[in-house]
């Protein structure tokens, strides 16, 4: 038994909190490169070379690409980053307001043929036909969501 045994007891407390300190580090270190790295990718103002340079100089040399990067477009990545989320945000809330809003359910369809019938427009076999149209999803209400969303 010539090697040496560690035990846990072997390994000091503040050598455990600087290894998760070092590990963290270097998890956020690859957030920030790839973050970088993204924004290069989405950014509409810089052109093709533009971004093949950055690129570059982010995988030949990383922390010096980076840091520049930070310095130099920080702030642009943040405006950019923003700008992105709103509209992401307004296209969702956009989608919420159109499906919520959209069609019409089947109980108001047959209130309204219910108030068809009451006028007179139609027989109580045209009503109770298209009832049962309605209440097996192939009414009026279904072809008008269906129509919306194709």
Request: proline fraction near 2%; aromatic fraction near 12%.
């Amino acid at each position: 038994m010539d090697a040496q045994t560690y035990l846990a007891y072997d390994y000091p407390l503040l050598g455990a909190f600087w290894t998760m300190l070092m590990i963290f580090l270097w998890v956020m270190w690859f957030v920030l490169l790839f973050r970088v790295v993204i924004d290069v990718l989405r950014d509409d103002g810089l052109n093709g070379w533009t971004k093949a340079g950055w690129l570059v100089f982010c995988i030949v040399l990383p922390f010096l690409g980076v840091l520049v990067y930070v310095i130099v477009r920080g702030r642009d990545m943040g405006r950019r980053e923003t700008t992105r989320a709103r509209a992401q945000q307004e296209e969702f809330d956009a989608y919420v307001r159109k499906t919520a809003a959209g069609g019409s359910s089947s109980v108001d369809e047959l209130a309204r043929l219910s108030e068809i019938r009451d006028r007179g427009a139609i027989t109580d076999e045209e009503f109770r036909r298209a009832k049962e149209l309605v209440l097996s999803g192939h009414g009026p209400a279904e072809r008008a969501g269906d129509g919306e969303t194709s």
